[in-house]
């Protein structure tokens, strides 16, 4: 069974970087041909794609947060990463990494549990 776990620190400060892990584990991230996403939920609001990166290492991001949001990896450990530079308190959500297919936005069938993250002074 698939398995993915967030982690990261739950508190930024604004304009300071947020940096986000997704542990996966009962498959390998650069098994053919599976995306690997991160999603966020703000309050109040729905679920808003950010972007992924493939079995291959390429990387699709939406095209409102491409410039600030890069998704990198380490095959090595078998994780993911998000790193989203000059943080604002809108980037406050729960912050979700999933597994996908090639469609874009894709739709996932793995899920980590979502891990909060606050962005306040």
């Known amino acids: 069974q698939v398995q993915l776990q967030e982690s990261g620190p739950g508190l930024v400060k604004p304009s300071q970087t947020l940096s986000l892990t997704c542990t996966v584990s009962?498959?390998?991230?650069?098994?053919?041909?599976?995306?690997w996403s991160w999603i966020r939920q703000p309050p109040g609001k729905g679920l808003e794609w950010i972007g992924y990166i493939a079995y291959s290492g390429s990387t699709y991001y939406s095209p409102s947060l491409k410039s600030r949001t890069p998704i990198s990896r380490d095959t090595s450990k078998n994780q993911f990463t998000l790193q989203l530079s000059s943080v604002t308190p809108e980037n406050t959500a729960v912050y979700y990494c999933?597994?996908?297919?090639?469609?874009?936005?894709?739709?996932?069938?793995?899920w980590g549990q979502g891990t909060q993250v606050t962005v306040s002074s």
């Open positions: 999933g597994r996908g297919g090639s469609w874009v936005p894709p739709p996932h069938d793995y």
């Open positions: 009962g498959g390998s991230i650069t098994t053919n041909y599976y995306y």
